[in-house]
Each structure stands twice: as structure tokens, then as C-alpha cells.
């Protein structure tokens, strides 16, 4: 892949997308993962303003750390760049105690997961709406169009997504080539919603390169007789969460009532 080029176009899309829709610029979620960091250091080439949330919901320090440093970094650089921290911890307790309890706190452990990105969502849209920006996704091919390893509504909730036509491989090329800070970089991709130190690939079962593995080799049409065991396994895994997840890449259904039976006569 050629970064340069690719990082060109994704920045003058950004650019033209704004100024079409009237937008000073973005707003974006930073979390101190690669996707996010990425995603803002493109916004922030655009020369537009660019707000970089950090949002923490009990999250791990080091998770924090690697945000304000990578904020830190853009601010440096680029002088639109500006930041704000919300803490959404005490927001999303009071909640979890206004909910009805359950018998097992298990039970609704992927609810919880899913209503910090809510959370997040609706803080990103808040200040959005406040300074006249466009509220810029940070999700990957993989994630977003392969196996929908992103919440509905929460971080799936966006105006546009600048990576989301790139491999989980072809983002961590562009952070190399733009310069990211190499903690970000060398750390194990998590999604950050569960309050522990569990990785994207301990949830899905699989690693990105294996992920990415088996999105190409559906859509070449593999011959899955010539597979070994563990590609088989992440074969298994990828049409599992795709066809689980689907609900998320599908325009939203709507119930079309046929012209003859509203009609009274």
C-alpha cells in the first residue's frame, strides 16, 4: 500500500466532506488505541479543528496515559488540535444504580460493555452539536464490515468513518508512516469496555491478521478443503460473528405497509 497516497486521500475526503456539510471540523473519541489514533491524526492533517475527547469509564491507566499522550502529541503539531476529558465514570454509575438490579451480574456484563460506548455516543454528539463539528468514526474494515466487533449506536454511531475501508494492517501502516506514538502502536488492540485488561483478540477468539486472513480468503472463494485446523477454527469464528452481527452492517429494516391495505376501500 502506498501510505502517502492513501493518507493524501483520506485527509482531502475529510476536508471536502466538511466543507460540504458546513462543518469546522471533527470531533473524535480518543482512547489511546491505534484505530483512534490514527483516525485523529488525520483529522488534525486536515488543518480544520479537531476535538479529541477522552472519555474514561473506570478505565486501566495505562489506557489513559496513552491517550493524553497521543492528544498531547497532535496538540504539538497541530494547532487546530484541542482537548477535552470527560469523565464518564460517576455518569455511568449513577446509572447502573437508577437500573433494576439482577441476580447475576454476569447476565449483563455485554450490556454494561455496550452502554459505556452509548455513553461515549452521546457525549461525542453533544459537543458535536455545541461547536459546529462532525463527529468522524474510528472503526477498520475488519471491524466494521468483517466481523462487527463495535456497538450499535455507541461507537457505531457516527457521521463518517475516514479508515473504515482499511485492514486493521493497512492502519497500523499509516500510523507508522504518520508518526504515532510507538505505545500505541505496540499495544494489544482492546476496545476498553470492560474495566479489565481483556484484548480484542481474548473476546473474538481470533487475532486481526487471522480475521483478515479469512475475509480475503471468503472473498476470493477459498477451497476450504486445503485448510488446516486452526484455519478452519477462524474460518468458523469470521461467519459466526458475521452472520451474528449483520443486524449492525444492514440499513435499518422498516415495515412497508403495501399501498392496497391502507387504502379504506
Not at 491524526?41 to 496513552?66: D, F, Y
Not at 459537543?127 to 463539528?133: D, K, M, P, R, V
Not at 505505545?183 to 494489544?188: G, K, L, N, R
Not at 486481526?208 to 486445503?226: K, P, R, S, V
Amino acid at each position: 500500500m502506498n501510505t502517502e497516497k492513501v493518507t493524501n486521500h483520506i485527509v482531502n475526503w475529510l476536508k471536502d466532506y466538511a466543507a460540504q456539510a458546513g462543518a469546522k471540523g471533527f470531533v473524535v473519541g480518543v482512547s489511546g488505541g491505534i484505530d483512534s489514533a490514527v483516525t485523529s491524526a488525520l483529522c488534525a492533517r486536515t488543518g480544520l479543528q479537531v476535538l479529541c475527547l477522552e472519555m474514561p469509564i473506570h478505565q486501566a491507566p495505562s489506557q489513559v496515559n496513552r491517550a493524553l499522550n497521543h492528544i498531547d502529541w497532535l496538540k504539538k503539531i497541530y494547532s487546530g488540535v484541542g482537548m477535552t476529558q470527560v469523565n464518564l465514570t460517576p455518569v455511568f454509575d449513577s446509572l447502573i444504580k437508577a437500573l433494576p438490579e439482577v441476580e447475576d451480574e454476569e447476565e449483563r456484563f455485554m450490556s454494561l460493555a455496550n452502554t459505556r460506548a452509548r455513553l461515549r455516543m452521546t457525549s461525542l454528539y453533544y459537543f458535536a452539536a455545541l461547536n459546529g463539528l462532525l463527529v468522524a468514526g474510528t472503526g477498520n474494515k475488519v471491524e466494521d464490515f468483517g466481523v462487527g466487533f463495535y456497538t450499535k449506536y455507541g461507537d457505531g454511531g457516527v457521521d463518517l468513518s475516514p479508515i473504515a475501508d482499511l485492514m486493521k494492517s493497512e492502519v497500523y501502516a499509516l500510523a507508522e508512516y504518520m508518526g504515532i506514538n510507538k505505545e500505541i502502536i505496540v499495544a494489544a488492540p482492546t476496545d476498553g469496555l470492560w474495566g479489565d485488561d481483556r484484548t480484542d483478540e481474548d473476546q473474538i477468539g481470533a487475532s486481526y491478521d487471522e480475521l483478515e486472513w479469512a475475509m480475503a480468503a471468503i472473498e476470493q472463494g477459498m477451497d476450504e478443503g486445503n485448510l488446516n485446523k486452526r484455519q478452519k477454527q477462524v474460518l468458523d469464528i469470521y461467519n459466526r460473528l458475521h452472520k451474528a452481527n449483520m443486524h449492525k452492517m444492514v440499513p435499518i429494516p422498516v415495515c412497508e405497509i403495501p399501498e392496497d391495505i391502507k387504502s379504506d376501500s
